[in-house]
Every structure is written in structure tokens, then in C-alpha cells.
């Protein structure tokens, strides 16, 4: 069979601080190839389970060299669950989702793989999210894209795998996109470049694996999409009762309610300014436009009955990691406002799939420790020069997340 056949004959049997804390994350953020055997850290296995394995491999583009492939697999016992392919100058480069009996380690089927041809081949544990077949996966992404615009980084990251993404503005502030970047963008091996919907540039770096033509022109028609839809928020927002019986509704915030979040700055105490901004009061104001940009994360406002808002939760995409930060202005702090924003940012952050939130703040802040603690989440503490960062681990949640979306979609 060869890989024009497989196209047409589907296999059946598939995310700034002070420097001093700047450091203290690129120490955290190595991009390494995977070393282990597995190619990611190893789950507890269960007696008599089955292994999912993601695998990529590069063969020449000729008569019988998909057969071989699955021919090499097959003695190993092991199910190809989908193919997908991605067409070279040079070849073909297959990726396949695999079950394999529990207990076959990675270089069984790598070895196996090459010894049929493949060469390149990379390999690391799959999950149930990566049962969905590649054109669902890209529609579902699109149609998530399509109904917000903080959602095409979140695209970018579930399309393309572990990767770390960077949001550039234009050099000159007036929204053309950086000299020398072509109108469809660039790609340079294990380097992406697009041009972002409202000028500057998106980077889009995975060094353990290069990209293909084929993820780029995916990864270019879901940034286009952005771009033709413009600026979008979904429309919902909740009303929520604090203890002492006030009702406060919880909505979105974007780059259209700086006015209303620098009016709320200048209601805020320099003691709160300088907690939440770890720097001179005089420059607050400055971060706004950044933090409430959809490009970065996702911003939860908190407003009164007469629409005033009184405080703000940001959700942040930092490379591969992501940061929670809250904002209550003085007269609502500890009446349970920044506790319910922390909540929802979470359940945003699981939903996102990702493996961790940080907070950095200072020791003194004790409504920020509080609440992070009021997660009921497994908490690492670090301090650097007098910088306190709290990381929360999402691991279980996010299983538990995904558990119950593969129970709806079952039922």
C-alpha cells in the first residue's frame, strides 16, 4: 500500500516578573528531546492494560513501504489505531496512534519501526484525548477558536502538542507585521513564525520534533480564521451571592474594558497596586492593555449591579507554563471575590489542559496565599529574593476533566 492509497483508505484497526524570578522559570522551562523510553514520564501501569503510544516516522515514498511499516508492528503485536500522513520533498513522514500490549517499552516498536524502513523516529506515551481523529480534532478547535479569541494560543498548543508559544506586538506599534516575515508566515524546522491577526508575530517552538508543512498550513488556516473574525468574547456571564448576601456578576474582560479597569486602579490603595504588580505603583496602568489582550490569556472581571468592576483575574499563557494573578480593589477585598476568580481561572486552566497554575506574589499577601490554598490542590512553594511563587498542580483534575468529557461523548 502506499501512502496516496492509505489518504484514500483510512486505517480502521488512532504555555513578567522581577529578573530574579525571570531566572528562577527559564531554569524550569528546558525544552530537551525526550531521554526516557518511554519519551514522556511513564503512568502507573495496570496489570493486563493496554498502551497508547503516539509515534512518528519517516519512510521513502514508495511501493510497500507503509505495508512494511504495519507489518513490523503487527509481529510486535501492536494495533495501529490511525494513521495520518505528512508529505515531504523527500518522503513521507507517518504518524500513527498505536496500542500496544502493557509492558512493551518504546524501543521495541522503535526498533521494529526502523528495521522496516523508518528512520527519525520519535515516540512518546498517547491518552484518550488523542483518540479523536486528526479532522475532528481541527474542526472542534476551529469552532472553539471561532467563538473566542483567546482560544487560538490554547488551538495552537492542542493542535501542535508540547510546544511553547510566543505572542510578539509589532515593532512599530502600528500593527504591520515584523520586516521580513512573509504574508504566510515561515517555518524553519523546529521553528514557526505566523503573522498575528492584529499585527507582530506568533512563534510557535517545539524543539523535540520539527514541524511539518502540513501542521504549518493547519496551524496558518486557524490563525487566519482569527484574523477574519476579528475581536470576540463569548457572551455568558454568571451572578454570584458573597456571604453577606451582595450580588456580583462574573464575566469576560478584554481590551475594551481598559477604561473601566484603569478607573478601577485609581480606586485601588498603592499597598494593592504594589502587591499585585511586584513594582512601582506609577506603572500599573502600563501592564493593562497586555494583560487584558486575549492574545495572552483569558481575563475574568468582576462587576457591581450599576456595572462598576471591582476586580479582575487574569489567566496567563507563559511559554508552556501558566500564571493566575488576581487584582480586588480595597473596598471588596476579603469578601470572597478574589477566592471565587481563583476558582473559575482553575477551572478555566483544567479545561485548557494544563498541567499547572502559578501565582507570584509576596509572603505578606496572605489573601492570595489563603486562596490559593483554599484550592484543595497540591501546592510547591518557592522564594526567590523575597518573591513568593505557588505552584498548584492540576494533574488529577485534569484527568478527572477528561474522564467525564469521554463519558459524555460516550453517552
Not at 40 to 58: D, H, Y
Request: charge should be negative; charged fraction near 25%.
Amino acid at each position: 500500500m502506499t501512502h496516496a492509497e492509505a489518504d484514500r483508505h483510512p486505517a480502521t484497526s488512532w504555555r513578567k516578573v522581577a529578573a530574579a524570578f525571570h531566572a528562577w522559570r527559564t531554569r524550569r522551562q528546558e525544552h530537551a528531546p525526550p531521554t526516557s523510553d518511554t519519551g514522556s514520564p511513564a503512568p502507573e501501569q495496570v496489570p493486563g492494560a493496554n498502551t497508547l503510544w503516539r509515534m512518528r516516522t519517516t519512510v521513502q515514498e514508495e511501493p510497500g513501504s507503509l505495508a512494511a511499516l504495519c507489518g513490523a508492528l503487527a509481529a510486535q503485536r501492536v494495533d495501529i489505531l490511525s494513521l495520518q500522513t505528512h508529505p515531504l520533498a523527500d518522503g513521507t513522514v507517518d504518524e500513527f496512534l498505536l496500542r500496544g500490549p502493557d509492558g512493551l517499552p518504546a524501543s521495541a516498536i522503535t526498533t521494529a519501526v526502523e528495521s522496516a524502513g523508518g528512520t527519525d523516529t520519535w515516540i512518546e506515551r498517547a491518552d484518550a484525548h488523542d483518540l479523536v481523529d486528526a479532522p475532528t480534532r481541527v474542526l472542534g478547535l476551529a469552532a472553539r477558536t471561532a467563538l473566542d479569541s483567546a482560544e487560538l494560543p490554547l488551538a495552537l498548543r492542542q493542535l501542535l502538542g508540547r510546544c511553547t508559544i510566543r505572542s510578539l506586538p509589532a515593532p512599530t506599534g502600528d500593527g504591520r507585521a515584523p520586516e521580513g516575515l512573509a504574508v504566510e508566515g515561515a517555518l524553519d524546522d523546529t521553528v514557526m513564525r505566523l503573522r498575528a491577526p492584529e499585527g507582530g508575530m506568533i512563534i510557535v517552538e517545539r524543539p523535540y520534533l520539527p514541524f511539518t508543512p502540513t501542521e504549518f498550513a493547519r496551524a496558518r488556516a486557524l490563525v487566519e480564521l482569527d484574523a477574519r473574525l476579528g475581536p470576540r468574547l463569548p457572551h455568558g456571564r454568571d451572578v454570584f451571592t458573597l456571604a453577606e448576601g451582595s450580588d456580583i456578576t462574573v464575566r469576560r474582560a478584554d481590551t475594551r474594558d481598559l477604561e473601566a479597569a484603569r478607573a478601577m486602579h485609581d480606586r485601588c490603595s498603592p499597598r494593592t497596586l504594589k502587591l499585585r504588580y511586584h513594582g512601582p505603583v506609577r506603572d500599573a496602568d502600563r501592564y493593562l492593555n497586555h494583560l487584558l489582550s486575549p492574545r495572552y490569556g483569558r481575563t475574568l472581571a468582576v462587576q457591581t449591579a450599576s456595572g462598576r468592576i471591582v476586580g479582575l483575574g487574569h489567566l496567563l499563557w507563559d511559554g508552556d507554563e501558566t500564571e493566575v494573578a488576581l487584582l480586588v480593589e480595597d473596598a471588596w477585598q476579603r469578601r470572597g471575590v478574589g477566592a471565587e476568580l481563583l476558582t473559575r481561572l482553575v477551572a478555566m486552566a483544567v479545561e485548557a489542559r494544563c498541567s499547572s497554575v502559578y501565582a507570584v506574589t509576596q509572603a505578606s499577601n496572605t489573601g492570595m496565599v489563603a486562596a490559593m490554598r483554599g484550592l484543595g490542590l497540591p501546592l510547591d512553594y518557592q522564594v526567590e529574593e523575597g518573591t513568593l511563587v505557588i505552584t498548584a498542580r492540576l494533574g488529577e483534575a485534569v484527568v478527572r476533566s477528561a474522564e467525564g468529557l469521554g463519558s459524555a461523548s460516550a453517552s
